[in-house]
């Protein structure tokens, strides 16, 4: 099993910059694939950024803004985001998992691992 911890999320004005960590505990050993999805109110989860081996990939709405990075020695993910937008507002969760084939990193039904969740407030 993996537990997975979420920190850094709070309110923000337009044009601001956040971190957000994620920590892993547990089987750390097994986990190769790491993620971040968002969720905004009424809508559906999103997938924001991953990283794999030494490879990333980004949504198109944060490419540019968003940096997802990791240090395994510390089984830390972190979500650089710079230029906040207002639209981007959402409870942004980190997820897991031994293995995602690249083609599937986005589809949030391949990770087995997720955290609770921090709130990013980004007001206007």
């Known amino acids: 099993q993996v537990q997975l911890v979420e920190s850094g999320g709070g309110l923000v004005q337009a044009g601001g910059s956040l971190r957000l960590s994620c920590a892993a505990s547990g089987s750390t050993d097994s986990i190769n694939t790491r993620a971040w999805f968002r969720q905004a109110p009424g809508k559906d989860r999103e997938f924001v950024a991953a990283?794999?081996?030494?490879?990333?990939v980004y949504a198109d709405s944060v490419k540019g803004r968003f940096t997802i990075s990791r240090d395994n020695a510390k089984n830390m993910v972190y979500l650089q985001m710079n230029d906040l937008k207002p639209e981007d507002t959402a409870v942004y969760s980190c997820a897991a998992d031994p293995w995602v084939i690249p083609q599937r990193v986005a589809k949030l039904e391949e990770y087995r691992y997720w955290g609770q969740g921090t709130q990013v407030t980004v007001s206007s």
């Open positions: 990283t794999w081996s030494r490879s990333t």
